[in-house]
């Protein structure tokens, strides 16, 4: 009876053990995928309007275009984060956002005022 009773000590506190790490990697998964690209040609983004979830997301831009651009995300004048300027590439960023309306633009100067905005909608 010992030994079994020893048996499933171990076995418990080796349960116990990997709970903080798979807690871990269910808090590192992203809420939601935002994925979004500039066009080869012109000053356009692929689309005006995303989607995602409230919490923390993964925002995948794509630039198909050799000019430098990038993915900043904001509410009025508040910055929510956003992706660094490349060139023909992709790059990822965490944002942590809330439900509501953001504007997703190119920060790159004259970028946004040729066109490349949109809408995101978090819910």
Known sequence: MKK???LVVVVLAGALLALPALGTAAATKPTSVIKVS???SGLKFNTKVLYATAGKDKLVFTNLSTLHHNVRLE???TEFGGTKTIGKGSTTAIVTLKKGKYNFYCSV???ED???????IVS
């Open 114 to 120: 040729a066109g490349m905005h949109g809408t995101l």
């Open 75 to 77: 509410i009025g004048e």
């Open 4 to 6: 079994v009773s020893a």
């Open 38 to 40: 500039a066009l080869a």
């Open 109 to 111: 100067p004259g970028h």
